[in-house]
């Protein structure tokens, strides 16, 4: 039975690694959605103006905006998972080593997940907080989006286990990275409306879980309509993640 004091300890012992290096942390936390911001929502929406989503006419800033809080939360979940701990397991051994105190496999294996979850939510969270201050975003929908981003980074983060698990060398990651990661920023509405795709890639793009949540974020804080697939998308996903990343890490650790 996982005991959540054990899960609270190695999510603290993850914290305090982090504030070791918290500046550059910061620093690259606000970086990456302020350079996205420039560089598409001024730069390239300055160029495109409005943009037409489900009947609601939306700045191309705003528009961008609520997709890269979506793709944050992927990026952020995932790599920092998937890389983060693969280290820990691999070349640390951090895993094994606190597997061997009174803290069990499980509550390290959910204390990882919540952890790079915490991360990446809180990278989201400094998306959502521009966009709310430079006015693009409903402020109370900005707060009920902050939900679904733990979420959200619980599923990109158990991805990330989950792969971590599978790899047998660091540079396997590499291949989930390309062929599963980086297609989802690319067509799931990110950039663009699933609208703009054929129908064929439409389908494809609802298959995987960053469109629903890029919908659903735009539906919080926006105010687009609710697109009600999202939530079994989401839920199908998680579902199926969460405990098969947790059994994939436990038989490779338990080898």
């Not at 390239?44 to 191309?60: D, P, R």
Request: with cysteine; glycine share 8%; hydrophobic share 55%.
């Amino acid at each position: 039975m996982t005991a959540w004091w054990g899960v609270r300890c190695v999510w603290l012992r993850h914290f305090d690694v982090y504030r070791k290096s918290i500046v550059y942390g910061l620093v690259t936390t606000f970086i990456e959605p302020l350079l996205y911001l420039f560089s598409f929502g001024f730069g390239l929406g300055s160029m495109i103006g409005k943009v037409n989503l489900l009947g609601v006419e939306l700045t191309y800033r705003q528009f961008i905006l609520a997709g890269i809080v979506a793709q944050t939360l992927m990026f952020q979940g995932f790599f920092e998972a998937a890389y983060g701990s693969f280290i820990r397991m691999y070349y640390q051994r951090i895993f094994q080593a606190i597997a061997v105190t009174p803290i069990t496999l499980s509550e390290v294996l959910w204390a990882e997940i919540i952890w790079d979850a915490s991360k990446a939510t809180f990278s989201a969270s400094v998306v959502i907080l521009i966009g709310s201050v430079m006015g693009d975003f409903s402020r109370w929908g900005a707060l009920a989006a902050l939900p679904l981003c733990f979420a959200g980074a619980t599923l990109f983060a158990a991805l990330g286990l989950l792969v971590a698990a599978k790899s047998k060398t660091i540079e396997e990651i590499s291949y989930p990275q390309y062929l599963l990661v980086f297609p989802m920023f690319l067509f799931c509405g990110v950039f663009f409306p699933l609208a703009t795709l054929p129908s064929y890639l439409q389908w494809l793009a609802w298959g995987l879980p960053l469109t629903s949540i890029v919908s659903l974020t735009r539906t919080l804080t926006l105010g687009t309509p609710l697109q009600p697939q999202v939530f079994i998308v989401i839920a199908a996903w998680l579902a199926a993640l969460v405990p098969w990343s947790r059994q994939a890490m436990s038989r490779r650790l338990i080898k």
